[in-house]
């Protein structure tokens, strides 16, 4: 891979366009699948050229049938990434979210400098070798990420690969997504949160905590306020996701103590509903948006009943706006039910929507 090829990859995966699916901006794929062609690569520029057709529909079936033999043929053109790489999504022929596998010594490494790393956007570490504590190349994993200028969130990521990384350059990421297993106030966890604070993650603005958080899915309150308040990292972080749902006063309050100023929204799910709680103009805690998943059970009244309830325990008068997203078919129902959330939060905006089926707030 020459020069131009790198140069004409790190330029698509900068664009804000290098991310889309919609063919529109192909200008720099196009130019990438003929400079391929031209220098020992035609399988590739062949697949970015046809990929590039398709997003914008004009392929006939003899070019979709060569799309997906290309497709077919990803070790080709992807080499030593594709034997650490799982769960790929590709945007008109370029790798830009992937698992990483990394059960195996070696491999990481042999893929280092690989044109394909050069458009991933996104990175999730293998979730059976992190349960299993599998991770053993986790100098391999540190090594790599700094090397991926386009990745913009990293998810699985342990206390052992934080401490991995210590010292290591700034990385590009923006959202992070940890798993802890204890609580993190615990003295074992002070160097991985001062590392977290440090350089290494300074441009992380979103952040996920994973299950590990808490075993039982049941929100400890001075843990969440801990983390609010005290972990180094939450000083830049903006949006916060959590990885369980606490009951819904007690988690609004807990922002209301010690949300720092930087956080503007907090998401938190359980298996059927989604929450997103957001500042209000003044800066207080009161905008609520929320949804059913989208699957079979939730067309029933019973996601709908499930959401009520939830909602019941809020003070009243605590917010200013709440929106409930939901599937066509439950529309009705949830006009109904919001009607009477409304007797108990006087003067605040409510409102149901249609959302689609893969849409979360």
Not at 301 to 311: G, I, M, N, S, V
Not at 313 to 336: D, K, W
């Amino acid at each position: 891979m020459d020069e131009i090829a790198r140069a004409l990859l790190d330029r698509i995966a900068a664009s804000p366009a290098g991310g889309g699916g919609d063919g529109d901006g192909d200008g720099d794929h196009l130019v990438l699948a003929d400079h391929l062609m031209q220098i020992g690569h035609p399988g590739w520029g062949e697949l970015i050229a046809l990929a590039c057709a398709e997003a914008r529909g004009g392929l006939t079936k003899v070019q979709r049938h060569r799309l997906f033999l290309l497709r077919g043929d990803t070790r080709s053109w992807l080499g030593p990434v594709k034997a650490v790489t799982f769960r790929r999504r590709f945007d008109r022929g370029l790798l830009v979210a992937a698992g990483l596998d990394a059960r195996r010594r070696g491999l990481i490494a042999a893929s280092y400098g690989h044109a394909a790393w050069r458009t991933v956007r996104e990175i999730a570490l293998h979730e059976h070798a992190r349960w299993a504590g599998h991770f053993r190349p986790n100098d391999e994993i540190a090594a790599l990420l700094p090397r991926l200028s386009a990745l913009a969130a990293l998810h699985g990521v342990t206390i052992d690969l934080v401490r991995e990384l210590a010292g290591g350059p700034p990385l590009a990421i923006r959202e992070l997504g940890l798993v802890l297993y204890r609580h993190s106030a615990e003295p074992i966890y002070e160097e991985a949160h001062e590392i977290l604070g440090g350089p290494v993650f300074e441009r992380v603005r979103a952040l996920v905590l994973g299950y590990g958080l808490s075993r039982d899915r049941r929100v400890d309150p001075a843990e969440l306020d801990w983390w609010l308040a005290a972990a180094p990292i939450m000083r830049r972080v903006e949006a916060l996701d959590l990885g369980y749902l606490p009951e819904l006063e007690t988690w609004r309050q807990a922002l209301v103590r010690s949300a720092r100023p930087a956080l503007r929204i907090c998401r938190a799910h359980d298996l059927g509903i989604f929450f997103k709680l957001a500042r209000d103009p003044a800066g207080g805690w009161s905008r609520l948006v929320t949804r059913c998943r989208d699957l079979p059970s939730s067309t029933s009244p019973f996601r709908l009943e499930q959401l009520e309830r939830a909602l019941a325990p809020l003070a009243p008068g605590a917010l200013t706006s709440l929106e409930i997203q939901v599937v066509p078919p439950q529309r009705a129902e949830a006009e109904r039910r919001i009607a009477r959330i409304a007797a108990h939060q006087p003067g605040a905006a409510l409102e149901v929507t249609c959302a689609t089926a893969d849409e979360s707030p």
